[in-house]
């Protein structure tokens, strides 16, 4: 046991020494999500975009068409608001969580 | 025709099929490193056991030149023999004949020697090495595949199954192996996935080797599907032999009885815990303090290595050991931690192997990743687990056992036979510093000096519920025992429980939370 790899780790106001897993240092961290952004939920292509930047668009109204294992996923507006900018292209292909479109409210 | 003919007549035939078989096959095999299919079964059984069946089977497929295509085998090897003198049945699919691809044939002479090993009650041995279906044969090759799972999962908890990934094993073939109680991998060997990187490629635009998407070490410490982890063919193989002596040969039986032999003076089990509360140790010096021989064969060694999991034997009786792990994140309860005890624990009750659960935790792992990831549910499984176990339950707490931890780690609200704590062990709702911050939260905000408040309360909460004698008074554990008494308190536990009848009450399964 080599003393200089332990790390603390906090459970009821305690601190532990121990070692630490590899999955548990690759776990994920949770950041809140941001309404007003627009990202892929799955990696694809854009095959259509039905907005563009300035435009005022109402709830479940068509923004873009995301295909992705041979389905094309149409992405409709969450809520009222306006098109703060479009960050992508038709045919271009996108990954998990990129930024596809950004609204203000 | 005379015999003497029909004999030379069967002699030709029978070498034509292994020289076919071998000779290419090692040439291919070797080129990959690998060994071939009969190498591995005649590695793996005792020298001279193995008994082949079903060598003249062959496929019907018509369809794509199949018709014209002879496969020696077609493609597996089944049949019996034994490991250290226990009968075992046997497949090894031979991916030198039609990359082991999955036909009709192939899938048939593997539910055969799989209902063989049902009927007679011994363990099976499926070493995979195979591209997947044979695409030629269409869905029947599904159908095969279909036919094998329906087996494994009927056999379950009938008979040891035991899986052995020697090579691919992609797509739906790898539910077979999922199926069973015990996979093995070897490095650079084993491939293991769904969908292989091509198809992710293609389709997702990710890119990832095989090796990192599925192979072996990340079967055996990122996923956890593979229960042991090897550096080469013949450590698997040794590994194998092992763990065939701790296990019986069906649930109707116990496993076999070896001679009792002291630990070794090596693990001095009052010495191993820190001064320090919060410092850690490694739990399998305890186990092996504990242990006939300080033996023990540890199962998922790699993965979720906060709980450790495998057996030892105790007077010379197979035990399985489940334990918290101080040393690898404090020893905490996670999901995957949960879910790797849970399984041993029903795999032990299934086979007749008594439990001894060693506990040392401070709770369960905080975090949105746990929650979101189904800490509950997962955790549930290891409640599950132990209350559902008839096997004899006894369980030592040795130091932290805070709240529903407690619980979780065979308490005797679980139906734990008997509870031993050391006088080091803190049965308590949480550890001092955590509940005096709550229970004395307005007394310590108001504080002229907040932190010498928090510090005296948490000295009396230590002092009056840091110790194992609240939870003795109230009957929640059997006995306070010197920790120097351990062996011989859980070798008479074990002895005085040899004959345990748990009634459950008839029903057709529970419903774990899977």
């Known amino acids: 046991m080599n003393k200089n790899e332990f790390e603390n780790i906090e459970i009821d106001d305690t601190k532990y020494k121990t070692l630490l897993t590899k999955n548990y240092l690759r776990r994920k961290h949770y950041t ?49 608001a306006k098109i703060k900018g479009v960050n992508i292209n038709v045919g271009d292909t996108v990954i998990k969580n990129q930024v596809l479109i950004e609204f203000v409210q | 025709m005379s015999l003497i003919t029909r004999l030379k007549d069967y002699f030709s035939k029978k070498s034509d099929i292994e020289e076919q078989i071998e000779v290419l096959a090692k040439q291919k095999q070797s080129k990959m490193g690998k060994l071939t299919a009969r190498q591995r079964i005649e590695e793996i059984l005792d020298n001279g056991t193995f008994h082949e069946y079903d060598l003249f089977v062959e496929h019907q497929a018509v369809d794509f030149g199949l018709d014209k295509k002879y496969l020696p085998g077609d493609g597996v090897i089944t049949g019996t023999g034994t490991i250290l003198g226990h009968p075992v049945c046997i497949y090894a699919q031979d991916f030198t ?16 020697i799989m209902d063989h090993a049902m009927t007679l009650g011994l363990p099976i041995i499926c070493i995979n090495d195979s591209g997947g279906a044979r695409i030629q044969e269409g869905v029947n090759s599904l159908a095969g ?3 094998i799972f329906y087996r494994n999962t009927r056999a379950s908890g009938v008979i040891p199954q035991i899986s052995v990934i020697l090579g ?16 093995f991998v070897v490095d650079k060997i084993s491939k293991m996935f769904i969908t292989g990187p091509e198809v992710i490629k293609t389709v997702l635009g990710e890119e990832i080797s095989m090796e990192d998407l599925g192979g072996a070490r990340v079967q055996a410490e990122i996923t956890g599907n593979a229960h042991f982890y090897a550096e080469t063919e013949l450590e698997c193989f040794e590994q194998i032999k092992r763990l065939v002596t701790f296990i019986p040969w069906n649930n109707r039986k116990k496993a076999d009885k070896f001679p009792s032999i002291q630990p070794k003076s090596l693990f001095q089990i009052d010495k191993i815990i820190p001064e320090e509360p919060s410092n850690p140790y490694d739990i399998r010096d305890i186990i092996k303090a504990i242990a006939d ?45 949960s879910v790797k005890a849970a399984r041993f624990i029903r795999f032990c009750d299934a086979f007749n192997i008594p439990l001894v659960t060693l506990v040392d935790l401070p709770g369960y792992l905080p975090g949105v990743d746990q929650e979101h990831a189904g800490v509950i549910r997962h955790g549930a499984k290891l409640l599950y687990a132990y209350s559902e176990a008839t096997v004899p339950k006894i369980t030592v707490i040795l130091r932290k056992a805070y709240g529903g931890g407690y619980i979780a780690m065979c308490s005797r609200h679980l139906g734990s036979d008997f509870v031993f704590a050391w006088p080091s062990a803190e049965i308590a709702v949480m550890g001092p510093e955590g509940a005096a911050n709550i229970i004395f939260k307005q007394e310590i905000a108001n504080a002229d000096n907040p932190n010498d408040v928090r ?5 009396e909460y230590t002092e009056k519920f840091a110790n194992p004698y609240i939870a003795a008074a109230a009957g929640h554990i059997d006995a306070v025992i010197n920790p120097l008494e351990t062996r011989e308190y859980v070798l008479h536990a074990l002895q005085i429980a040899e004959n345990k009848v748990d009634n459950v009450i008839h029903k057709k399964h529970g419903i774990p939370p899977f």
């Not at chain 2, 510090?455 to 000295?459: F, G, N």
């Open chain 2, 145 to 147: 595949y279909g036919e």
């Open chain 2, 97 to 112: 004949v039609a990359g082991g691809s999955l036909g009709l044939a192939h899938a048939r002479k593997i539910t055969k």
């Open chain 2, 168 to 183: 691919p094993c992609a797509g739906g073939a790898v539910y077979s192996p999922a199926l069973t109680d015990f996979v």
């Open chain 2, 455 to 459: 510090k005296q309360k948490v000295a």
């Open chain 2, 293 to 337: 021989n300080s033996d023990f064969f540890e199962i998922h060694e790699l993965w979720a290595s906060n709980i450790v999991i495998g057996f030892v034997r105790l007077n010379g009786e197979t035990i399985g050991v489940i334990a918290n792990q101080p040393l690898v994140l404090a020893g905490v309860l996670d999901v995957d931690s």
């Open chain 1, 32 to 80: 809140p999500k941001d309404p007003n952004l627009i990202l892929a939920f799955i990696p694809g292509t854009i095959r259509d975009i039905c907005v563009s930047t300035g435009d005022f668009i109402k709830k479940d109204q068509d923004l873009l068409v995301l295909e992705a294992m041979k389905m094309k996923n149409k992405i409709k507006a969450p809520f009222d």
